[in-house]
């Protein structure tokens, strides 16, 4: 029995640089890249790239704060009486 599709295996590829490991930045690294159009595999260091990843997501993350006034649960109750207004 076969697969139904090739399997293909791309040797330029940057694996993981740190010792914890860092896979769900380079998600996030091929990502940008994909949405950018840019090519996946640049010839790099893989932890500088990493790096310089894991400081542009902090920034997003903070620039991205809530409001100190932000309600989760009267947000969220929006949010489903909007979607139960659709479904009608």
């Known amino acids: 029995m076969s697969w139904p599709f090739k399997v293909l295996y791309p040797n330029l590829v940057p694996q993981q640089s740190e010792k914890l ?5 380079w998600v996030c690294i091929f990502m940008e890249r994909f949405i950018n159009k ?12 990493a790096y310089q990843m894991r400081q542009r997501l902090e920034i997003m993350f903070y620039d991205s704060l ?3 006034n932000f309600d989760l649960v009267t947000t969220c109750q929006t949010f489903e009486n909007d979607l ?3 479904v009608v």
């Open 66 to 68: 809530l409001p100190e």
């Open 38 to 49: 840019q090519p996946i595999y640049q010839q790099e260091d893989t932890a500088t790239a």
């Open 84 to 86: 139960d207004e659709q």
């Open 21 to 25: 490991g860092d896979c769900g930045v």
